[in-house]
Structures are given as structure tokens and as C-alpha cells.
């Protein structure tokens, strides 16, 4: 299969519109030029194309040709990682040679991957020790993917006589999972597990934070602290804040302001 037939096949497997998978890196026209086989693809521009579809620029390339010389190591270490042999991906990482323009992306990734998963085996089988000397491996390499940061952070956590609050402020905010999960808790009616969610969140001055307080005070009947939390909320999200706070006023027996959020609605 020719390298377009194949980007072709892993943008429709993917979901990926050519617009999509363009972005702002390469044109639409030039997209459709590779996939049809009239233009080749600069290294550059593959690998764009390949991490962004989640696969490794070999991917793409003839099966039968060794682009690099750590090709048949990669594989090999790949082979070893899908199949959750971690210690055995770390043994065959440590013999790649950098720099490589091909694989030098994906040996980072590996053994990151890699050391989280054999600190995380040497903590539960109680080697804190060694658990730490991975940890600190993982960091050398991970500066450039820092998608596994929080990761690694959370397994130093567990490292008995870490210093937790170092470790804590490093971690990134919890709020977007927070208030997803009070959101999908309001759904189900589930007043007092949104509002332990929401109390839990660090940013009080979000507009979606006040938004989401401000449905689960309705729901409490708590009305005048319901209407607080709305009229911070209300300039992001007037047409989900004017029918509420029109309540809320009418319920605290502010009328002139029932009043006022009613004609907004109209």
C-alpha cells in the first residue's frame, strides 16, 4: 500500500475531515495531493501528519524499507510495551541511538511510558527506592511530553517521606474535571454530590463555577446565594442565568428584579 492510500485509510479510520487534519501546518490542496499520490510528504510534514492521526511515522512508510537504524529496535520495544512487558521495553530503549529524526519522538514517549509503569509495578511490590531512580529517569526525558507529567507526579506521591507539598503545587488544577463532573452530577439531580464537587474546585471566579453553583442552590432552594453565584455567571451565560435568577428574585420577594429578567428573556 502506497504511502497516500495509507493516510488516507488512517484519516478515515480516525474521523479526521482533511480540514481537520490540516490544521494550520499544511493546506487542504497539498493534503489531497499526498493522499492521491502526486506529492510526497517533507519528513517535517509527516511526522505532523503521523502524530497527529496517533501513529509512528513507520507507519507510512514501505514495510519492507529500514529508515533508520533504530527501526528493528523500535519494533521491538514496541512490541514489548503493547504487550506490558515494561521492563523488557526499558532494556531495549537504553540501546537507541539518538539523534534520529524518525523514531526520536516515540523512543521519548516509550520510555516514559515505560518507567511510569515499572515505578508504579515497584511501588505496589514495596521498592519505594527504585521506584524514585525511575521517577527521576522518566523526568530527564518526559521535558518535552509533559501530558505525563501529572503522571509521574502522582506515583512520587506515593514515595514514602515525599515532600507532598512540593508535589502538589506542581499538579496541574483539578477544576475542568471537577466541573464536568458536577455537571454530569446536576443531569441525575444529584444536588449534594455536585456540591461537593464544586466545593472541592479552586477557582471560585469561574463563570462556569458560578454557573453550576448557582443551578445547585436553585435546586436547594437556596435562593439568594443562588443569585449571587448567577449574576457573576450571567455575562458568559445569559440565556442559562436570566429564567434562574428571574426565580430567584421572585422567591427572595425582589419583584422590580423578577421583573427585569423576565423582559430579558422576551
Request: glycine share 4%; hydrophobic share 40%.
Amino acid at each position: 500500500m502506497e504511502l497516500g492510500e495509507k493516510l488516507l485509510r488512517a484519516r478515515q479510520e480516525a474521523g479526521l475531515s482533511q480540514r481537520q487534519l490540516c490544521g494550520d501546518v499544511i493546506t487542504r490542496n497539498m493534503l489531497s495531493q499526498i493522499e492521491h499520490g502526486t506529492a510526497h510528504p517533507s519528513m517535517d510534514t509527516l511526522r505532523y501528519l503521523a502524530g497527529r492521526l496517533g501513529k509512528p511515522v513507520s507507519y507510512f512508510l514501505e514495510e519492507d524499507v529500514v529508515v533508520s537504524a533504530n527501526q528493528p529496535l523500535m519494533e521491538q520495544a514496541r512490541q514489548a510495551w503493547q504487550a506490558g512487558q515494561t521492563e523488557l521495553a526499558r532494556e531495549i530503549l537504553k540501546q537507541y541511538r539518538q539523534p534520529d529524526a524518525i523514531f526520536d519522538w516515540e523512543w521519548k514517549y516509550l520510555s516514559v511510558t515505560a518507567a511510569l509503569a515499572a515505578a508504579e509495578k515497584a511501588l505496589s511490590d514495596e521498592k519505594p527506592l527504585y521506584a524514585r531512580q525511575l521517577l527521576e529517569e522518566a523526568a530527564v526525558i518526559e521535558q518535552e511530553i509533559p501530558g505525563l507529567e501529572r503522571q509521574r507526579l502522582l506515583l512520587l506521591g506515593r514515595i514514602p517521606g515525599a515532600d507532598l507539598t512540593a508535589i502538589s503545587a506542581k499538579l496541574p488544577s483539578l477544576d475542568e474535571e471537577l466541573l464536568l463532573r458536577a455537571e454530569a452530577a446536576l443531569t441525575r439531580q444529584e444536588t449534594s454530590r455536585a456540591a461537593g464537587l464544586l466545593a472541592a474546585a479552586e477557582n471560585r471566579e469561574d463563570p462556569r463555577w458560578n454557573l453550576l453553583r448557582g443551578q445547585t442552590y436553585v435546586l436547594q432552594k437556596q435562593h439568594a446565594m443562588a443569585a449571587e453565584c448567577l449574576e457573576k455567571a450571567e455575562a458568559v451565560y445569559p440565556k442559562e442565568c436570566w429564567p434562574l435568577l428571574e426565580v430567584c428574585f421572585r422567591e427572595t420577594g425582589d419583584f422590580q428584579k423578577a421583573y427585569e429578567y423576565a423582559c430579558k428573556q422576551r
